[in-house]
Each structure stands twice: as structure tokens, then as C-alpha cells.
């Protein structure tokens, strides 16, 4: 049988809004195709050895969880980059987000260096982006697809000129409530600041990050086959209904 092996980031410090729950969707998406997933929690101190996983997830956090893990996770910058620079994916919500960027500079001042993976930064404003948020994402050249969530951030991210977003807000703030932006990509690494969780609502984007992470273990191109996801239809339409409600962005 076929194992996908994921690397959870600090699942201890990092896991507010449930975000352990996308775990738990790559588990039954996976296991749904008769595949296997081994999940291998990677904490402070721990090694990440280089080739090891076909996907890394990092969930999101206040400040002060993400002042406890950020050194550890910026000495891992290179070991990250790696990773993704041969292939595996990568899904970081949130707190993991920012701190897969440059920096992040809290309220305080306090400056946490980050891992370097996304060509951004974040500064923390005054106000709380905070609501059901609708982006429209295309990953594939002409496939377009919407993810929606929930965001609560004060970090204001700014991406470097021509990096590529995860997608366009539709409804809410996204990266730093004027940009119309949502997260990062590079490769088959995403960032985002959608919560949620957010794969339970948006199976596509679980079934996109589980199709690269398996083409990094096999080295061929993968198609996963469809699975019945009426139920997570509807939650996504739920989840954009409400977003939508707000009426527009910010
Ligand atoms: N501490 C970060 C902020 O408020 C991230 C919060 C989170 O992960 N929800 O910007």
C-alpha cells in the first residue's frame, strides 16, 4: 500500500480553530482511496530530514504561541525550502502562514524572524480582520475554484512585487484588507489565513495538496479519483453564503 507521510508542524502549539481537523480530512481522503497517511508530528527540537515528507502542515496560533515555536521554525528555513523546492506540498494556516514569510512584527515591536519559505512579511496593525472570508483561487491554468473560511488576524502580510497569491477575495479582508489577496503559493506550497478548519469545507484543495504530495512519493503524475462530497459541498456553500452576507470586501 502507498503511504503519503506528512510532517505536522508543532500540532501543540499550533492547532486554534480546530486546525488539527485538516489532518483529519487528508486521513479519511486518503484512506477513502484505499492509500495509507502517516502522520509524524515534527516539534521543537525535533529533526526534519530532508526528502522525508510528501506534505507539511503547519496550523495557525495567538502571538505568543507563535514567539514559542518561531526560532526553532526559522532554523528550519533551509530545511523547508528545501522540501518544497523538491516537490513536496505544503498547507500553513494562519500564525504558520506568517511565520513561513520573512518576519512577522507583533503589536509590542517584538520582531520573529521567519522561515523564508513565502516572499512576504506581516506587521501587525491596529484592527482585527476578522469574518467568513470567499476567495477564488486558480491553481491550474483555467480552473477556477473558490475556497471559503474563516480569518482573524491583526497581521497585516504584504507579498513581495509578483509573488502569487492563493487566490482573490470575493468577500472579506484576505492578506491586508486593500490588496484583494489571499495567501501565497510557491510551488505546491500554500499559505493562507483561512480557518476553520478549511479543508472540511473545501475538499478540493485537500484532494489538490493530496495529488502532489503523492506525485513527490511515486515521481509520476497522479489523478485522484472523485469522491462523494455532498456534505462538504453544502458546508462550502454555507461558509460562502455567509461570507458573501458581508457584502463585499472589508
Ligand atoms: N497572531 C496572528 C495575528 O493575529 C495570527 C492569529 C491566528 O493564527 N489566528 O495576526
Redesign the pocket.
Known sequence: MTTIRVGHLYPEY?N??ADRGNIAVFQHRTTARGLELAVEPVSVGDELRAGEHDLLYI?????RE?ELIAPDLAARGEAIRDAVAGGAALLA????Y?LLGRF?R?RSGVELSGAGLFPLH?V?GER?MIGDCLIECELEPGVRRTLAGFE????ITRLDEGVQPLGRVVAGFGNDGESGYEGARVGAAVGT?L?GPLLPRNPWLADWLLARALEHRLGEPVELDPLDDELEHEAHEVSAARARARGGRF
Open positions: 499550533l486554534i480553530y496550523g495557525g496560533g495567538q502571538d507563535e494556516v494562519c500564525g504558520g506568517q512577522y507583533e506581516t501587525a482585527r482573524n488576524h491583526a497581521g489565513y480557518h
